[in-house]
């Protein structure tokens, strides 16, 4: 049965879209970051979800090289005063970093369903 949920969802789409991964219908979050106990839709227990640092790491990356761009750029053409640099890039911090958070880890707990990821182990099991 699992086989034919992984077959036509992408965990891509799926992941993005805070949907199962395995059905693609059911709730992945309860609230902003929080992992459901199971589907709504199909009953997959998240219990093998951990995606740990890996969204934030790539939220850091990803908005740091925005933000301080952002800055630079902002300095050298227009050198606003401290306070107006400050509060013009305080929204840009809050956008780059709250709205990729959870469509990453969204995106990373998909492909750990998809790509059946366990820590310590070489082999895949089988799904069934």
Known sequence: ???????????????????CPRCGKGHMFSGF?????????????YSFADAGDGPAIFVILIAGFIVVGAALLVEVFYQPPFWLARAALGPLILIVTLVPLRLLKGLLIALQYHNDAAPGRLERRDKS
């Open 1 to 19: 049965m699992s086989d034919q949920h992984t077959a036509r969802v992408s965990p891509f789409a799926a992941g993005l879209a805070g949907r």
């Open 33 to 45: 970051l929080n992992i459901r106990k199971e589907c709504d839709a199909c009953g997959l227990d």
